[in-house]
C-alpha cells in the first residue's frame, strides 16, 4: 500500500510512545469506518503528524484535535491555520476538559429551552499504554459521543470483543460491552507505522449503547462490583467477593441466581452479573473502593 511522508514531520524522532501511522490505505479506511461525516463533529485523539487529520478535515464538518507533543501540536495548527473547521488543541486527553470542549456554553441556552447535545465521533491512532484509561474517561462522558474508532494493540481489541468463557474476557471487556457495541474492524502489522511497534495493531469501531438501563442496575455501584469481581483473575468469584460481602447473603445469593461458588467472573455474562448484583445487600462499608 501507498505510504504517507510528510516533509515537515520527516525528521521527527517520536516520543511518548508515539508510533505514526504512515499507511494511507489504513488511514483512509479508518476514516471511512466513521462514516458520512459532512454534518458531524470529529474529536481526534493524538493526531500527530497529521495523516488522520488531513482526511478528516476534508469531511467532518468540524475537526477538534487534541495532540499532547508540544513541537507536533505547533506544526499542526501551522498546517491547519487556513482550514476553519479545524482546531488542534495541545493537552493531554486524559486531563483535557471535555465538558468544557463540549458541553453547554454559559449564556448558550434560555431558561424552558432543553438543550439537545451534537453527537460526536470520536477517532484516534491511541498510545497503548493509555487504552483502558482513556476508554474508561470516554465512557464518563458518553452523554457525548455516538461512536468511536480506535487503533489498538490487537491483544487489546481481542480483550475488548472477548465473549463470556473465553480467557481474554476480563474487566476491560464487560466495562466496554457494558457501554459499547464493540467490532474489531481490521488489523494492521507493524509496518505500517513509523517507527514500527513491537506489536500488531488493530482498529476498534465502538457504538455507545449502554445496557445500564436493560440491565436495571445503577451505574457507579455496578461498576465497582465488576471491579471486585474481576479483582485477582485467578481466584474464584466467591474469593473475590467475600472481602466485600457477608458470606452467609453471597452463598444465598450465588445459590438464587444459580452461580457455583467455584465460578469465576470471567465465565459470567453482563446478565449474570447483574442478576448476582441485584440480589446482593450493599457491601460491607469500605469493602469496595469509591
Do not use: C
Not at 516533509?7 to 510512545?17: C, S, V, Y
Amino acid at each position: 500500500m501507498p505510504k504517507v511522508a510528510d516533509a515537515q514531520f520527516k525528521n521527527r524522532k517520536p516520543k511518548l510512545g508515539q508510533h505514526f501511522l504512515t499507511d494511507q490505505g489504513a488511514a483512509l479506511r479508518i476514516v471511512e469506518a466513521l462514516g458520512d461525516l459532512s454534518q458531524r463533529t470529529v474529536f481526534e485523539i493524538g493526531p500527530g503528524r497529521g495523516v488522520l487529520t488531513s482526511l478528516l478535515a476534508r469531511r467532518a464538518r468540524r475537526l477538534i484535535a487534541v495532540e499532547l507533543d508540544r513541537v507536533l501540536a505547533a506544526q499542526l495548527r501551522m498546517k491547519f491555520a487556513l482550514t476553519p473547521n479545524v482546531e488542534i488543541i495541545e493537552a493531554d486527553v486524559l486531563a483535557v476538559d471535555l465538558n468544557s470542549i463540549f458541553g453547554p456554553k454559559p449564556g448558550s441556552t434560555r431558561p424552558g429551552l432543553e438543550l439537545t447535545l451534537e453527537p460526536v465521533r470520536a477517532v484516534g491512532n491511541i498510545p497503548y499504554y493509555i487504552t483502558s484509561e482513556l476508554l474508561l474517561r470516554l465512557f464518563e462522558h458518553r452523554q457525548y459521543f455516538e461512536s468511536m474508532v480506535l487503533m489498538v494493540q490487537d491483544e487489546v481489541a481481542d480483550r475488548l470483543s472477548a465473549k463470556p468463557g473465553n480467557s481474554e474476557y476480563g474487566l476491560l471487556s464487560a466495562t466496554a460491552q457494558l457501554y459499547s457495541r464493540i467490532e474489531k474492524l481490521f488489523a494492521l502489522p507493524p509496518s505500517a507505522f513509523g517507527p514500527p511497534p513491537k506489536v500488531h495493531s488493530a482498529v476498534v469501531r465502538l457504538t455507545l449503547e449502554p445496557r445500564l438501563e436493560g440491565l436495571d442496575v445503577p451505574e457507579g455501584a455496578f461498576v465497582d462490583f465488576l471491579k471486585l469481581s474481576f479483582g485477582q483473575k485467578r481466584k474464584t468469584l466467591w474469593n473475590n467477593l467475600k472481602t466485600a460481602y457477608e458470606p452467609t447473603a453471597l452463598r444465598a445469593a450465588l445459590e438464587k441466581a444459580r452461580i457455583k461458588p467455584t465460578a469465576r467472573a470471567e465465565e459470567l455474562s453482563l446478565e449474570k452479573n447483574a442478576a448476582l448484583f441485584r440480589l446482593l445487600p450493599p457491601p460491607i462499608s469500605g469493602a469496595v473502593e469509591e
